[in-house]
């Protein structure tokens, strides 16, 4: 098996779930990523986002103060291209939330409660896509 391509990433989640953020981080902090980060909200995600260059964003689709379209429609317009991998997480119809995600600049789509192994494998395919953009 080759290395992982989420090792080594620097990872934004946004979450207004105390406990789905921890478990997300505690999934990613395993696979290897070196620097990861919470945030309980929509604004405070965007707030580290423009302190910090992340190679992965994961948004909870409701939050409080700012929903998860609204923070990726943010990061696509304020990040230099390609930006990073954005993820949108739900516990809704993932089908009803996929359309809208990918409207609002999302790469991928996950179901809530998340799965360590597809969130994993979501992740590495997303990464490898963006790593073949770059180096076309």
């Given amino acids: 098996m ?5 090792a080594g990433c620097r990872v934004l989640v946004a979450d207004d779930s105390p406990f789905a953020l921890e478990l997300i981080k505690a999934i990613l902090d395993k696979a290897g990523c070196t620097q990861l980060l ?15 260059r992340f190679d992965v964003v994961l948004l909870d689709v409701t939050m409080p103060d700012m929903n998860g379209y609204e923070v990726a429609r943010s ?3 304020t990040e230099p291209a390609p930006g990073p ?10 089908v009803e939330v ?8 999302a790469d991928g789509v996950m179901a809530k409660p998340v799965d360590r192994r597809k969130l ?15 180096i076309q």
Avoid: C, K, W
């Fill in 85 to 94: 991998v954005i993820v949108m997480l739900s516990g809704r119809d993932i």
């Fill in 75 to 77: 990061l696509r317009t």
């Fill in 98 to 105: 996929d359309l809208a995600a990918r409207e609002a600049g």
């Fill in 120 to 134: 994993l494998e979501l992740l590495e395919t997303l990464l490898q896509q963006r790593r073949a953009m770059a």
């Fill in 38 to 52: 919470g945030a309980g909200g929509g604004r405070e995600a965007l707030a580290l986002a423009a302190e910090n």
């Fill in 2 to 6: 080759t290395e992982s391509l989420v």
